[in-house]
């Protein structure tokens, strides 16, 4: 039902060539508590709409001698979209209303036509048009409620992956503090992974679980007998097969995670070769995922350039050759390409970080004790 008040909000364009229509109709609708302007033709109605701005219906002549009715029709849904046009015509062919319909009017009057079908066809094309905008606003509304809510979330998940990542942190330093010999090794070879995977232009979602699988790679080996992991000596054949097992062993401990269930492959995958003689699988090229391909040389570099029992640390130069060398073998020959492209300063940069992390967590620890 219409108030007073809503009625009055209403603006209504009447538009014949005819003086005495418009005059007809223009007092019917303001008996009726509309709002009337007048227009001549579909030029002048256009011109009115132009500097008027949106009418909340249009009401028009079909047959006018400039711009006819089905002009007017076009032109103005063309520009405003929102506003109901109701064609009014003295033709009496069903064709012809049909087609100003198909056209995008709202409704027809064929003239004559009394006060009261003029007045019910009016208020149903404003009825119309306001369920129209009702539902419009409600969508617009529901999609920013949606918006927000979807933030929220994405803002929930993120906190929620950012406190594994702290836990799955936590695990990684256990691992490297277990095996003594390699402190600091499971951050050093997420940080040239990732320096990697950039390089490769990967997106940022993939290179987080490529990261997470690389920190992660040895998790397995705390199944593995510290009698085995910490044994100075070179270990039997049996005992290889068991270290062997840690790839495996970590993928099992992964897998059922949600959110590692990717890295888990990785891990899985870690000491795979390119040419399939690697372990457990002998995977072969790209069936090695490439979060494993891109690590394998993540480790291979650390490894080289780490301190070891047996040797001193050699210098970058020196892995970059031995990694160039075993292109197409061990390693990936387009992931090998990418890395030799770096410049060498990336990774002792990203090592002396990484080192100087480790010394302020240390005196951190001793600082609470």
């Known amino acids: 039902m219409y108030n007073t008040r809503e009625m009055a909000e209403e603006r209504i364009l009447v538009v014949d060539d005819e003086d005495a229509i418009r005059e007809i109709v223009s007092s019917m609708l303001n008996a009726a508590g509309y709002r009337c302007t007048q227009a001549c033709s579909g030029v002048e109605a256009l011109a009115v709409l132009e500097s008027q701005g949106e009418f909340e219906l249009v009401l028009s002549d079909l047959m006018m001698a400039e711009l006819d009715g089905i002009g007017l029709l076009e032109r103005a849904k063309e ?84 406190s594994y990542d702290i836990t799955l942190e936590a695990l990684g330093d256990a691992l490297d503090l277990k095996d003594a010999e390699t402190e600091g090794h499971s951050k050093r070879v997420t940080a040239f992974t990732i320096a990697m995977a950039r390089a490769m232009g990967l997106p940022q979602d993939r290179i987080k679980v490529i990261a997470r699988g690389a920190f992660l790679h040895d998790i397995g080996k705390m199944a593995i007998p510290d009698a085995i992991l910490r044994k100075p000596g070179k270990l039997t054949p049996e005992e290889v097969l068991i270290m062997q097992e840690h ?75 031995e990694i160039k060398k075993w292109g197409g073998r061990q390693f990936d020959p387009e992931v090998v390409k990418v ?27 001793k600082a609470t004790v």
């Open 79 to 162: 520009k405003y979209p929102d506003v109901p046009v109701v064609m009014v015509t003295a033709v009496h062919d069903i064709s012809v209303a049909l087609a100003a319909i198909r056209n995008g009017a709202y409704d027809y009057l064929l003239k004559p036509f009394e006060r009261e079908q003029l007045i019910a066809t009016v208020r149903r094309a404003l009825e119309n048009r306001r369920l129209k905008l009702e539902n419009r606003a409600y969508q617009s509304n529901l999609e920013s409620l949606v918006t927000a809510r979807t933030e929220q979330l994405r803002q929930a998940m993120g906190d929620l992956e950012r």
């Open 339 to 365: 890395f030799v492209a770096m410049p060498e300063t990336i990774w002792d940069d990203l090592r002396k970080e990484i080192n100087s992390q480790i010394i302020r967590f240390a005196y951190a620890q």
């Open 247 to 321: 790839a495996y062993r970590g993928y099992q401990m992964l897998r059922k995670i949600p959110f590692l269930a990717e890295a888990a492959e990785i891990v899985y995958s870690h000491q795979e070769k390119y040419d399939g003689t690697g372990y457990p699988r002998q995977l072969k090229g790209s069936e090695i995922p490439l979060g494993a391909r891109i690590f394998s040389i993540a480790d291979t570099l650390d490894a080289i350039t780490s301190d070891r029992p047996y040797r001193a640390a050699q210098p970058f130069s020196a892995a970059r050759e």
